[in-house]
């Protein structure tokens, strides 16, 4: 890796100053495919507002030099929206012992390099300290097959994030609204969690 690029975890209002940074790295990434996020600066951080005001959520910092390149967030599921904690309530989950990855975020020129597995690794790391923690979890947009919107050469993470220790839960399945880029007006997006067990007692 570069000698120039380093990484840095930080948590709650030590989150605050980049999050401007942030808000502007997830409207950049989520355009692509298979978000397809048409975003504002101001919705996302009133967004990120939550990470802030969490004293156990974290973030995850990949800097180019003194420029931040990269980002990637986590917070306790239990400071998250109902929507979220909905399906695992019904499944037999409890919220307070799942630590929610929310999102990674890297510039293009910055993928292949490792980043996107230490971002993992530092969350992953936060959650273990708080010691409280049965399970790290993630979600993830469902896109069709035949999306028109689909690149050719599009490759999606799974393969990724099951070596990276992630089994996916199609039954854990909740919604997210936003404004896809080709769309007039926001629309509930399908969404499936990925879980990974902190404890070799977990359920």
Sequence with gaps: MNDSISVRRLSGKAL?????ELARLRIEVFRDFPYLYDGS???EQKYLETYVNSPDSVIVLAFDGDKVIGASTGIPMEHETAAFQKPFIEHGYDPRRVFYCGES???KAYRGRGLYKRFFQGREGHARELGRFDYCGF???QRPQDHPRRPADYTPLDAIWTRFGY???PELATTFTWKDLDEDTQSPKPMAFWLKPLKDDAR
Excluded: F, G, S
């Design 167 to 169: 089994v996916k839960h």
């Design 16 to 20: 605050e100053r980049y999050i401007p």
């Design 139 to 141: 979600c993830a947009v």
């Design 41 to 43: 600066d101001d919705y």
């Design 105 to 107: 975020v890297l510039q």
